[in-house]
């Protein structure tokens, strides 16, 4: 049924594809995807730890976690649950015990369009956390939703088995067929910017010519 199915078969990435992403920046990721690929500012790490997996995709209604429940009996460890709330902030989809249920079963992490509670608890977890929200309203256990199907989280469209990244800064959502390409980029470009780093730290400056070369492209007056 339409808006209450559940999708038995899921399709993940090998393992050594999602570990090409061990540790990379999630914002020098974003730079290789031409800045538009990160999950919307106001989804925020709650847990400490950096986040690296698999796309478990969870749709559920504002406010009700009841097809979340019915996930962590079909998720696999390495797996990230990407809940799909509405971005309804007002009432929470799940908890520490629900988080410290996932952290036991060897699940990768949570990223949720919506609101948690008892925050306090689980921003002293070594296990990976983002919400839009927080509040101490608890979820209803009504149904409907959807396991498995396209959702969208925090303004992206999120594939079951696409690789998931998370760090301070934020998520990002990687589909598979581009992963290896774009893990190679983003290494290069990572070597790129320690060789700026150690020259600022050795001579104190960095030449920039591109500014220049912007501002006169703009036609840019100078007053004096």
């Known amino acids: 049924m339409?808006?209450?199915?559940?999708?038995?078969?899921?399709?993940?990435?090998?393992?050594?594809?999602?570990?090409?992403?061990?540790?990379?920046?999630v914002a020098n990721i974003d730079d290789n995807m031409s800045r538009t690929?990160?999950?919307?500012?106001d989804i925020r790490p709650i847990g400490k730890a950096p986040l690296?997996?698999?796309?478990?995709?969870?749709?559920?209604?504002?406010?009700?976690?009841?097809?979340?429940?019915k996930a962590l009996n079909m998720a696999q460890p390495g797996d990230v649950f990407m809940i799909d709330a509405g971005g309804d902030p007002h009432r929470s989809i799940f908890g520490e015990i629900m988080v410290r249920y996932?952290?036991?079963?060897?699940?990768?992490?949570?990223?949720?369009?919506?609101?948690?509670?008892?925050?306090?608890?689980i921003s002293q977890m070594d296990f990976p956390v983002y919400a839009k929200?927080?509040?101490?309203?608890?979820?209803?256990?009504?149904?409907?939703?959807?396991?498995?199907?396209?959702?969208?989280?925090?303004?992206i469209i999120v594939?079951?088995?696409?690789?998931?990244?998370?760090?301070?800064?934020?998520?990002?959502?990687?589909?598979?067929?581009?992963?290896e390409e774009l893990a190679a980029k983003v290494r290069a470009f990572n070597e790129n910017e320690v060789v700026s780093m150690e020259r600022i730290a050795r001579e104190g400056t960095l030449p920039r010519p591109w500014v220049d070369e912007k501002l006169n492209a703009l036609g840019v007056e100078y007053v004096d």
């Open 2 to 25: 339409i808006g209450c199915r559940i999708h038995t078969r899921m399709q993940r990435p090998p393992r050594e594809l999602v570990e090409l992403f061990r540790g990379l920046p």
């Open 37 to 41: 690929a990160a999950l919307r500012y």
């Open 52 to 69: 690296l997996g698999t796309a478990f995709t969870v749709k559920v209604a504002e406010g009700d976690n009841l097809m979340f429940h």
């Open 102 to 121: 996932c952290e036991k079963q060897g699940f990768a992490g949570i990223v949720v369009d919506g609101s948690i509670r008892d925050s306090d608890s």
């Open 133 to 155: 929200g927080v509040t101490p309203n608890g979820p209803y256990k009504n149904g409907p939703g959807e396991i498995g199907g396209i959702v969208t989280v925090g303004g």
């Open 159 to 179: 594939h079951p088995g696409d690789i998931v990244a998370g760090d301070a800064d934020g998520v990002i959502v990687i589909r598979p067929d581009e992963a």
